[in-house]
C-alpha cells in the first residue's frame, strides 16, 4: 500500500448505486474476511422499530467480498466521512473499519467500510433466505421500500460482472410476493 493520497472508501451494498459523496474515481475491489449478508435490521431507512427491515452488512467469515472502491480526494475526504458516519452509523450497527482491498488493476489500498457489530441488537445472521424475502418485501422506512433496495443492490451488481446467487434469489422471490 502506497502513502495516502486520497481516502478510499469501500461500497457493497448502497454506496454502489447512490454513494452519496463525490469521488474522483471508482473501481472493483475485494475486501477478504468478510461477506455482504442481509444480516441487519433496518429501523431507520428501509424498515421502522415496529417493522423492520433487512439491509446488507459486512458479516465476518472466511472468503471475501467484492465491491466497489471510491477514491475520495483529501481536499473532501473529512467531509465525505462525516456524510458517511451519519448515514451507516445511525443506530451504531455498523462498526467503521480501515481495512486493506484490493483494486482490479491490482494495488492493494486501504480503504474505509462498515462491518456489522456482531454484539449489536440489530444483527441477525441466520436468517434463511425464505425469512429474508418475506421480511424485505413488506419492509419499508425513512430512505423506502425494502425491496426497492434489494433490486438496485442486486442490479448494480449485476451491471458491474459482481452477480451474488443469493441476492438474485431473493430479488426473483420478492418480486413473485409482492406480485402475489
Known amino acids: 500500500m502506497r502513502a495516502r493520497d486520497s481516502l478510499w472508501i469501500f461500497g457493497y451494498g448502497s454506496l454502489i448505486w447512490e454513494p452519496g459523496f463525490a469521488y474522483q474515481s471508482r473501481q472493483i475491489a475485494r475486501l477478504e474476511g468478510y461477506h455482504r449478508s442481509f444480516c441487519m435490521r433496518s429501523i431507520h431507512h428501509r424498515g421502522t422499530v415496529e417493522r423492520p427491515g433487512l439491509v ?22 473529512e467531509e465525505s466521512l ?43 445472521a441466520g436468517l434463511s433466505l425464505e425469512e429474508q424475502a418475506q421480511i424485505i418485501a413488506r419492509a419499508s422506512g425513512g430512505r423506502g421500500p425494502n425491496c426497492a433496495y434489494l433490486f438496485n443492490t442486486a442490479a448494480h451488481l449485476a451491471e458491474l460482472g459482481l452477480r451474488d446467487p443469493d441476492l438474485d434469489w431473493l430479488a426473483a422471490r420478492v418480486r413473485a410476493l409482492r406480485e402475489g
Open 56 to 77: 446488507l452488512a459486512l458479516d465476518a467469515g472466511p472468503g471475501g467480498c467484492e465491491g466497489v472502491a471510491f477514491e475520495v480526494p483529501l481536499r473532501i475526504a
Open 82 to 124: 462525516e456524510y458517511l458516519r451519519a448515514r451507516e452509523l445511525i443506530s451504531a450497527a455498523y462498526l467503521e473499519l480501515h481495512a486493506p482491498v484490493e483494486l482490479r488493476d491490482g494495488r492493494r489500498v486501504e480503504a474505509v467500510t462498515y462491518v456489522i457489530d456482531p454484539e449489536h441488537d440489530q444483527y441477525c
